[in-house]
């Protein structure tokens, strides 16, 4: 891909996630992820899959302001659109869309092409991994304002209403089966190096919440003041 290219795409990214360094910061590790896993698929289309890992994101602005949309699906679109309006061609732009299409299973959609499997192994290391607990703190997301609570049944109250799931129940949900599937060799080593970094990172923060201050709040808390 020429460099006028890539930061043609690059910029077009960027002015769709212009509110959230989060989301920048996500495309760019899922691409790095992604041209790892490539280097042992030699038959992969470094074109299609540059542009999908950094497109695959830019649907979850017009998911904000409709949550009933799906991203993948609205993100799909909108990068076809922006392709052939560049002078890229339709075949392009369709195995571009089919891979955002399918990076998350929206729809039911497995990824087919190699290189719509490789970004789903990236994006699915880069969400699950200790690093998107982190994240969630850096940029305030769900665990920046509740205060957490130890239950009588031994679980975590993160201050959410009863019919959402606590952070802690989702994390642990994720860690115990977000990592079981893999299209790619190397998508899946990489996912075992970083399942026990996860699980580690997880205890540690469940045991800084159950651990609280003589005033009640948990010791995460002073972290977030």
């Known amino acids: 891909m020429k460099k006028t290219t890539f930061h043609l795409i690059e910029d077009y990214m960027i002015s769709c996630m212009k509110d959230s360094a989060h989301d920048q910061e996500h495309i760019y590790r899922v691409l790095h992820l992604a041209l790892m896993i490539a280097q042992t698929e030699p038959e992969t289309d470094y074109d299609v899959l540059i542009c999908a890992c950094l497109l695959h994101d830019i649907g979850r602005r017009a998911q904000f302001e409709n949550p009933a949309l799906n991203h993948a699906e609205a993100g799909a679109e909108q990068a076809f659109r922006f392709l ?58 769900s665990m920046s304002t509740p205060i957490y609570s130890l239950l009588p049944d031994g679980t975590i109250s993160d ?67």
């Not at 893999?182 to 159950?210: H, M, N, S, W």
């Open 84 to 141: 052939l309006d560049h002078q890229f061609s339709e075949e392009f732009a369709e195995k571009v869309s089919d891979c955002i299409r399918s990076h998350r299973f929206r729809k039911n959609r497995p990824p087919q092409s190699l290189e719509a499997k490789i970004l789903f192994d990236a994006d699915k290391i880069d969400v699950s991994g200790a690093v998107g607990i982190a994240r969630t703190l850096i940029y305030q997301g």
């Open 159 to 225: 201050g959410t209403a009863d019919t959402t799931p606590s952070f802690f129940h989702e994390y642990k949900y994720k860690l115990e089966h977000i990592y079981e599937h893999f299209y790619t060799v190397k998508g899946a080593a990489i996912a075992k190096q970083r399942q026990q970094a996860a699980a580690d990172f997880y205890q540690a923060l469940y045991q800084e919440v159950k651990t609280s201050r003589d005033d009640g709040r948990s010791r995460l808390d002073t972290l977030l003041e």
